[in-house]
């Protein structure tokens, strides 16, 4: 997949059928629109193009009127959300700034400007909630109306549904903050994760006996935060089960070297000897939230925090094997139904 930041680039294909959305989680409504995008693009013989915005409109506004408590918690990270599109097939993705320029471009401009003149729109799919431009004054009838004038085709897309529960971002939102990580993935079609590079911390889990593996999230306020049992993928040629700490870590000092920054912290239960001390750094890993332990704690020492982490430990490993245990039932129980037919 190519990523663009703007449509102003020679090496933008001249033509494209595209869908516009913030895409944050990539979620299972997400990936039904994209499979119905590409499908589009090749009866066109144009290249599938996916339109996303950084920061997030809410984030933008949240910031302008200096309330930060209305920017949306953020699902996943840049890189992550680039990384599901390309998953999911799409040739070209464009990341628009979201600025002043562009909040206050009146509906009509983005369409000329944006769709007709910078991406060379055939066709374009949008949400049945679907609004843009300057006050959210463009709708769809704005759009399809433009589009027999200007000559793409324009389609709207209903809502997804999962078990009659509309499939949303701030569905996956609400399941994140409730720990729910069954329904997050069923929600998502595969686990919660966060990737990125590992970094140098404090190195303080050395000292109390639990290296970590720190990647830092960077948007200030995550969907998810605690306690998890996680898979790590990334350092060996399986995955690894460990137990990962999500947030701004509130029985340390805020002024540390992580700046008081969200960090994700993750525990390998078993820590490949070929790595060494320093061989996990620079890596990139893809962690997998799998289960919620609990919120996070502030404890009142070192030893007192030691004695936390080695617990969530030991309920992370009572996780993987109850997990284990379950599956092999399972399995089990396919295998004696075979033997029966």
């Not at 294909?13 to 990936?31: E, K, S």
């Not at 431009?133 to 709207?156: C, E, I, P, Q, S």
């Amino acid at each position: 997949m190519k990523i663009f930041r703007g449509y102003f680039h020679p090496q933008l294909a001249r033509q494209c059928a595209l869908t516009i959305g913030n895409f944050d989680g990539v979620h299972r409504g997400h990936q039904a629109m994209l499979a119905l995008l590409k499908n589009e693009a090749r009866h066109r013989g144009v290249p599938s193009c996916a339109v996303s915005f950084e920061p997030h409109p809410r984030d933008y506004f949240a910031a302008a009127v200096r309330k930060p408590e209305l920017a949306p918690a953020r699902i996943a990270t840049l890189r992550d959300k680039l990384g599901e599109l390309e998953r999911c097939g799409i040739d070209q993705c464009v990341i628009l700034p979201f600025n002043a320029r562009l909040a206050s471009q009146p509906p009509e401009a983005f369409i000329q400007d944006v769709l007709v003149r910078g991406l060379g729109a055939r066709y374009v799919l949008v949400g049945d909630d679907f609004r843009f431009g300057a006050r959210r004054a463009g709708d769809y009838a704005m759009l399809d109306t433009a589009g027999a004038r200007l000559g793409f085709d324009v389609a709207r897309m209903n809502s997804y549904e999962v078990s009659n529960h509309r499939v949303s971002s701030s569905a996956v939102r609400d399941a994140l903050a409730q720990g729910d990580m069954a329904r997050v993935a069923s929600l998502l079609g595969r686990p919660y994760s966060i990737s990125g590079h590992v970094v140098h911390g404090r190195k303080l889990g050395r000292d109390l006996g639990f290296r970590t593996l720190n990647l830092r999230f960077a948007h200030w306020k995550p969907a998810a935060s605690g306690i998890f049992a996680v898979q790590v993928h990334g350092l060996a040629d399986y995955s690894l089960p460990g137990v990962a700490n999500l947030g701004i870590r509130p029985s340390l000092d805020p002024a540390d070297v992580n700046g008081g920054r969200v960090l994700l912290e993750t525990h390998c239960l078993d820590w490949p000897a070929s790595l060494g001390l320093d061989g996990a750094y620079g890596k990139i890993i893809r962690v997998e939230l799998l289960h919620k332990l609990h919120d996070e704690l502030k404890y009142d020492g070192l030893d007192s925090l030691k004695a936390g982490i080695s617990q969530d430990c030991d309920d992370a490993r009572a996780f993987f094997a109850d997990s284990f245990s379950t599956s092999m039932h399972l399995e089990t129980t396919r295998q004696t139904t075979r033997d029966r037919i």
